[in-house]
């Protein structure tokens, strides 16, 4: 659904008076959730915030950036979506930026108060993504209303007998009618004239009986949808069905040695908006398919030198063409060969000649099962995430291109801890929600480009392209703090946390195959101990591959009461952290061409006594480590001189004493993922 509709209100619509009363009680809604902001931005200034309150904060403020759009507010949306973004910093976030979030509330509430700016030009409206709803009163029509202001949808109201021109006008996406208890001819009446018009039409409520059904089905409609259903699903639903009802168009392969057959298959297919390939020497079948890859290929009953049982089912035969839909033509002579298409498996057989209509209601059909078909099998019906199957060709095809431009691959297996407990003790619907939290999670964490797949029971991989392990864990530890901190529903209402382990294996440390790559991340977890959880684990560590010297953050500082807390706060967030006291000494271990630490952070404090910190970052330039390593410099006395010295000779960031150790972890973390 579109998130930036605005409500419009036409003679079509209820009074405009019923409509400004949905809009301010929907706008009563969203200025409670202003509340929680500003008791937030309070509790920040008063140094008493808890997590449980940020992460509401944060939670409120998404909902008002998608909201802002359907009052016809962008500069209210951009001013929740930086609130949104501040408030999900948690590291960033300190009484230093609590007068700015105080000033962008108080703007936002400035914009949500202003009056709703109405539409009325039919150009604009037709341009909208909008539903109507045809119902009997208008008593029902508020939930939807505004249910559509929530989702960013036009909802408009009608009567149910109103005329069908009056809806078109309105070029909706769907109808849905809301039937009373007992059907009426007025109703199907109404049903009928919107399916002649192509307007899809999903049905709410009625009785449910028999004849009922039948009687929907035939006017053209979806349902009944028993009640009670909400608004919210209610308008999901209605979205699907334009996509469902739209006829398909594919790309057809016609086979056949009959010149008039291909060329007769070819006009009525491509009058259907499907893009047609002929070809009538059969031995260049296979040469055909990897060239054009149809969806649905025609052949005739008689090839020749061969029947066209006999090439479909050499086609079927072919892993690459075992599920391509296939559909014999054949004459009222060849009636064996039918019965012998039928008993082969072939999907569909037509008669010559052919009938242009019939064929093609009977591709588009074909083409439809065979999609839907397609789209279950590539598809996690719980998380929505790309099945297996699926996900090994994407992770075969990214390692392929890692391997072609020599880059760094990394697979990763994340892991509900303790899945079947959890599936025993609270139910398959706790832990299918466990796994659903895992997928909505590893989508807002990755990128479009990686691939993410459901690999087992309670197992999700992930591919990451020009990514090492070190990347990888990075990316990791976030994810698995991100579930720590959720919950999801569990037995009767109660919320349950979750928790969840990564195995991670990567590409050219380990040999550059996936099923190596699998077993790999597998066996991490069964080194690890049948009781280790919560965790990342690593396939070079486990098989002790990696040298102990190479860690997260190296600190090179001189006051012990710095380093300690510094120390303690990073491997609080799960970094590997080494102190160095002295420069030397540091620019000797993070230095060579075999250097005794090899550290993808480097906190380096300007005034150390026997080699100065600036000294040391020169000599990590020199030594080409600033490739691999990124340098964050820590200053009592900071000047400008010094300050651009230090970035001349390639520091990434500059943090000056004393700091925010909340603001050092943040800033540590984004030179990590750098």
């Not at 007025?186 to 009687?215: C, D, F, K, N």
């Not at 086979?255 to 259907?272: F, G, K």
């Not at 999801?488 to 440390?509: D, F, N, R």
């Not at 000047?639 to 909340?662: H, M, R």
Request: aromatic residues 4%.
């Amino acid at each position: 659904m579109s998130s930036s509709a605005v409500l419009q209100t036409s003679d079509l619509t209820p009074d405009s008076g019923d409509v400004d009363a949905i809009v301010g009680r929907v706008r009563d809604r969203h200025l409670k959730r202003l509340d929680v902001l500003e008791r937030a931005v309070l509790a920040l200034m008063d140094g008493t915030l808890t997590d449980t309150l940020r992460e509401h904060a944060e939670q409120e403020a998404h909902t008002l950036a998608g909201a802002m759009p359907t009052f016809g507010l962008p500069t209210g949306a951009r001013l929740a979506r930086a609130l949104e973004q501040s408030f999900a910093a948690r590291y960033a976030l300190d009484r230093s930026v609590a007068t700015r979030l105080a000033d962008q509330i108080v703007a936002l509430r400035t914009e949500l108060e202003r009056p709703v700016t109405p539409t009325p030009t039919a150009a604009v409206r037709v341009a909208r993504e909008c539903f109507v709803l045809l119902t009997q009163t208008a008593d029902r029509a508020e939930h939807y209303l505004a249910e559509g202001l929530t989702c960013g949808v036009d909802v408009h109201w009608m009567a149910h007998e109103s005329p069908v021109d009056d809806v078109r006008r309105l070029a909706p996406r769907a109808v849905v009618i809301e039937l009373p208890c007992v059907i009426s001819s007025q109703w199907l009446a109404s049903m009928r004239r919107l399916s002649r018009a192509g307007v899809p039409t999903l049905v709410i409520g009625g009785s449910g009986a028999l004849e009922e059904r039948i009687a929907i089905a035939r006017c053209g409609a979806v349902g009944p949808v028993p009640l009670p259903v909400s608004p919210s699903e209610v308008l999901q639903r209605a979205a699907t069905l334009n996509d469902a009802q739209r006829v398909p168009r594919g790309t057809v392969l016609v086979v056949d040695t009959d010149p008039y057959a291909c060329q007769l298959a070819r006009i009525a297919l491509e009058r259907a908006g499907h893009l047609v390939y002929t070809l009538f020497d059969p031995v260049r079948v296979w040469e055909t398919l990897e060239m054009v890859v149809p969806e649905l290929m025609i052949v005739g009953a008689q090839l020749g030198v061969c029947s066209g049982v006999d090439v479909s089912l050499a086609t079927r035969a072919d892993p690459r063409w075992r599920d391509l839909p296939v559909m014999l033509a054949v004459t009222s002579y060849e009636d064996a060969a039918a019965r012998e298409a039928y008993c082969a498996g072939i999907d569909d057989v037509v008669r010559k000649p052919l009938d242009p209509r019939l064929l093609q209601a009977r591709v588009s059909n074909r083409l439809r099962l065979s999609r839907a078909l397609r789209r279950r099998d590539e598809t996690d019906p719980v998380t929505g995430l790309s099945s297996r199957s699926k996900g090994e060709r994407e992770l075969e095809r990214l390692l392929r291109l890692a391997r072609r431009h020599e880059q760094r691959f990394a697979f990763m297996l994340f892991r509900i801890d303790r899945f079947n407990d959890v599936r025993s003790r609270h139910g398959q619907a706790a832990a299918d929600s466990a796994l659903r939290r895992l997928a909505q999670l590893l989508r807002d964490a990755f990128r479009g480009e990686d691939v993410i797949a459901r690999w087992s029971a309670g197992e999700i991989a992930v591919g990451l392209f020009d990514a090492d392990e070190i990347i990888a864990r990075e990316r990791a530890l976030d994810l698995l703090h991100a579930m720590r901190t959720s919950s999801v529903p569990g037995i009767a209402g109660a919320m349950l946390t979750v928790t969840c382990s990564a195995g991670i294996a990567a590409a050219p440390e380990v040999a550059a195959d996936l099923v190596a790559l699998h077993e790999a991340a597998d066996s991490a977890f069964l080194l690890a101990g049948a009781h280790a959880s919560d965790d990342v684990f690593s396939a070079s560590r486990a098989h002790g591959e990696q040298a102990p010297s190479r860690v997260d953050v190296v600190l090179v500082d001189e006051d012990p009461a710095t380093a300690s807390l510094v120390v303690h706060a990073l491997e609080a967030r799960r970094y590997s952290v080494r102190w160095i006291r002295d420069g030397a000494e540091a620019a000797t271990a993070l230095t060579g061409d075999k250097p005794l630490i090899s550290a993808r952070v480097v906190l380096m404090e300007v005034n150390l006594s026997t080699l100065d910190g600036l000294s040391v970052l020169r000599a990590l330039a020199a030594a080409q480590a600033l490739r691999r390593t990124r340098v964050v410099m820590l200053s009592q006395r900071t000047s400008d001189a010094e300050t651009l010295q230090a970035f001349a000779l390639g520091a990434f960031d500059y943090v000056a004493k004393p700091f925010s150790v909340a603001v050092l972890a943040e800033r540590v973390r984004r030179a990590l993922v750098a």
